[in-house]
């Protein structure tokens, strides 16, 4: 387990797990918002978070925000980096044509954290072979 700091701003909620084996906790909304149907709305959590050295934090929807109100994270997962120290938003999209509201203290999302390696890129005159090769798009039937 890894220590994960937040300041809060009043009203706010620490993000928090339902279930004691959920790889993604919970993210509360801080306010209330009318997102109309095919539109798109930051939505404030009042937190602000610090991530350990080598850890980022990815923001994604929940899924039963997503089957009953087509409400999700439009960029999903969204990544908060570990240096980032600004405030944690969550872009939610409402699919539907009806308006959606979001309340303060609902479920907006889930928060799952990930170890990351970053890799050293480098320019090369060919790849390797592979089975596979350049087939891709549906090359295996779907």
């Given at each position: 387990m890894i220590e994960v700091k937040f300041t809060v701003a009043e009203g706010a909620q620490l993000p928090s797990y339902a279930h004691?084996?959920?790889?993604?906790?919970?993210?509360?909304?801080?306010?209330?918002?009318?997102?109309?149907?095919?539109?798109?709305?930051?939505?404030?959590?009042?937190l602000q978070i610090e991530l350990p050295p080598g850890y980022e934090a990815q923001v994604r929807s929940k899924s039963g925000l997503a089957c009953k109100s087509t409400i999700h994270v439009l960029n999903s997962p969204g990544t908060i980096d570990c240096g980032y120290r600004g405030p944690v938003k969550v872009?939610?999209?409402?699919?539907?044509?009806?308006?959606?509201?979001?309340?303060?203290?609902?479920?907006?999302?889930?928060?799952?954290?990930?170890?990351?390696?970053?890799?050293?890129f480098s320019a090369v005159d060919e790849l390797s072979n592979t089975a596979r090769g350049v087939n891709g798009f549906g090359s295996t039937g779907q």
């Open positions: 004691d084996t959920d790889s993604g906790a919970d993210l509360f909304s801080n306010e209330n918002k009318v997102i109309c149907g095919g539109e798109t709305e930051m939505i404030d959590t009042g872009i939610l999209h409402n699919a539907g044509r009806e308006p959606f509201t979001v309340t303060r203290g609902m479920k907006i999302a889930q928060l799952v954290l990930a170890p990351y390696v970053q890799g050293q």
